[in-house]
């Protein structure tokens, strides 16, 4: 299997060049699993984080570093966007997703409780990887129609030209590749 090296913010790790289409191929940033990368990374995110009252994250892969940033920060709460809507939510909220890494439309589903917490609050989104924009475009009609303000937008990799978006901060670029490894340029 091809990989990458990748530094995030003095960090090494080796992604596996995983394929999207024929002409489009990623590195696959898996976190799940890895403590010493998640303590790093959320502590790395703290240090540019803008002001905020709450962190969210869409469920599954930014689990990890949503509870590590809170931790760290010494906050108490945050809030995670689910991909299917629980006994114990009631009025959910739901927004579409299409994510480049996951085929199909997903939705992401917050509670009413959830919401009555993020009303007027500055929320920073976070994720592990920033692509298409489509995941983060779901979370932030999410955090809207629960009355929450954007207060930024955090990613761990930005990937592919999303590294030239104004709008987010991220801790390093992860570019795409051929179907032989080399960077597409």
Same mark, same amino acid.
């Given at each position: 299997?091809?990989?990458?090296?990748?530094?995030?913010?003095?960090?090494?790790?080796?992604?596996?060049?995983?394929?999207?289409?024929?002409?489009?191929?990623?590195?696959?940033?898996?976190?799940?699993?890895?403590?010493?990368?998640?303590?790093?990374?959320?502590?790395?995110?703290?240090?540019?984080?803008?002001?905020?009252?709450?962190?969210?994250?869409?469920? *599954?892969?930014?689990?990890?570093? $949503?509870? @590590?940033?809170?931790?760290?920060?010494? %906050?108490?709460?945050?809030? &995670? #966007?689910?991909?299917?809507?629980?006994?114990?939510?009631?009025?959910?909220?739901?927004?579409?997703?299409?994510?480049?890494?996951?085929?199909?439309?997903?939705?992401?589903?917050?509670?009413?409780?959830?919401?009555?917490?993020?009303?007027?609050?500055?929320?920073?989104?976070?994720?592990?990887?920033?692509?298409?924009?489509?995941?983060?475009?779901?979370?932030?009609?999410?955090?809207?129609?629960?009355?929450?303000?954007? *207060?930024?937008?955090?990613?761990? $990799?930005? @990937?592919?030209?999303?590294?030239?978006? %104004?709008?987010?901060?991220? &801790? #390093?670029?992860?570019?795409?590749?051929?179907?032989?490894?080399?960077?597409?340029?």
């Amino acid at each position: 299997m091809q990989t990458y090296e990748m530094d995030i913010a003095g960090l090494k790790r080796e992604l596996p060049i995983c394929r999207v289409s024929d002409d489009v191929y990623i590195g696959a940033f898996i976190i799940f699993g890895d403590v010493e990368l998640t303590v790093h990374c959320a502590a790395e995110m703290l240090k540019i984080a803008p002001d905020y009252d709450y962190i969210i994250a869409p469920e *599954a892969k930014s689990i990890p570093l $949503l509870y @590590e940033m809170t931790r760290q920060s010494g %906050d108490n709460k945050y809030f &995670l #966007a689910r991909k299917s809507p629980k006994l114990y939510m009631t009025e959910v909220f739901q927004v579409e997703v299409q994510s480049i890494s996951t085929e199909g439309v997903q939705h992401l589903y917050l509670d009413a409780l959830d919401a009555e917490e993020i009303r007027d609050k500055r929320m920073l989104i976070i994720d592990d990887v920033i692509s298409t924009g489509q995941s983060l475009n779901a979370m932030e009609k999410l955090v809207e129609k629960a009355g929450g303000i954007v *207060a930024g937008r955090m990613f761990v $990799l930005a @990937e592919g030209s999303a590294a030239d978006r %104004d709008d987010v901060l991220y &801790l #390093a670029k992860l570019p795409l590749f051929n179907s032989d490894g080399t960077v597409k340029t």
